[in-house]
């Protein structure tokens, strides 16, 4: 993923908002993605992950996207509610690797009550 | 079901000194990774182990080393600390050495003056 020093970019929702964030990604031998949300003092929490072979999975309020023509991937919340509020990361593996999960630019994810 | 859990939480420490770092993984998981965390970015993998060995490593030096015990708990050793070794560090564990659905603790925050 590429380094954004201390400033990640920052989305701001109102509360019952749908959201959408956005995730670029490089390699193209990555085949599986996952969404992850960290919130502040926490370890990173997994939130729903993608192989792929799929362009879209559900889970309760979320859905990833994966457009692996423009090496793309989203995370979209519905309902976005105040404890939505967190950095939220995308992260891959390749195809040929163990264990080395990369990390991209994380999103701060801010819901106005 | 305790999680991932890691010691200590917070630690300061000075240039030249050494440290070490603990992780319990999840209950049945026998993989540990552990990722470096710098402020305002996403985590970087170091290295994990499974069967009390090192099976991958991320481009970090050979002052950064660990080990797991029998138990599956690991150590990550600092040695010769920098400035730039200040971060948050995270411990992963999961069932899977290919990094999926990966389980985190909420870190150990080192500080190096």
């Known amino acids: 993923g590429e380094s954004v020093g201390l400033h990640l970019p920052t989305l701001s929702v109102q509360e019952g908002d749908n959201s959408i964030i956005n995730c670029a990604y490089s390699?193209?031998?990555?085949?599986?993605f996952i969404w992850y949300k960290q919130e502040s003092g926490k370890g990173p929490q997994f939130i729903i992950d993608?192989?792929?072979?799929?362009d879209k999975r559900q889970g309760q309020r979320v859905t990833v996207l994966l457009n692996k023509t423009v090496k793309h991937l989203s995370l979209q919340i519905a309902a976005t509610q105040p404890g939505d509020s967190a950095v939220y990361f995308c992260?891959?593996?390749?195809?040929?690797?163990?264990?080395?999960?990369?990390f991209g630019k994380g999103t701060k994810l801010s819901v106005k009550p | 079901d305790a999680g991932v859990t890691q010691s200590p939480t917070h630690l300061i420490k000075t240039r030249g000194q050494q440290v070490t770092l603990r992780c319990s993984p999840k209950?049945?998981?026998?993989?540990v990774s552990w990722y470096q965390q710098a402020l305002g970015q996403g985590p970087q993998f170091i290295f994990q182990?499974?069967?009390?060995?090192?099976?991958q490593r991320g481009n970090f030096p050979d002052r950064f080393s660990g080990h797991q015990f029998p138990n599956y708990s690991s150590e990550l050793n600092v040695n010769a600390l920098l400035l730039g070794d200040s971060a948050l560090y995270l411990c992963?564990?999961?069932?899977?050495?290919?990094?999926?659905?990966?389980?985190f603790g909420s870190g150990t925050q080192l500080s190096v003056l």
């Open positions: 209950s049945g998981h026998d993989t």
């Open positions: 390699n193209s031998a990555s085949d599986y």
């Open positions: 182990y499974y069967e009390e060995e090192e099976r």
């Open positions: 992963a564990s999961s069932l899977d050495p290919r990094g999926e659905k990966l389980f």
């Open positions: 992260a891959e593996i390749d195809g040929g690797s163990q264990g080395n999960l990369i």
């Open positions: 993608i192989r792929s072979n799929m």
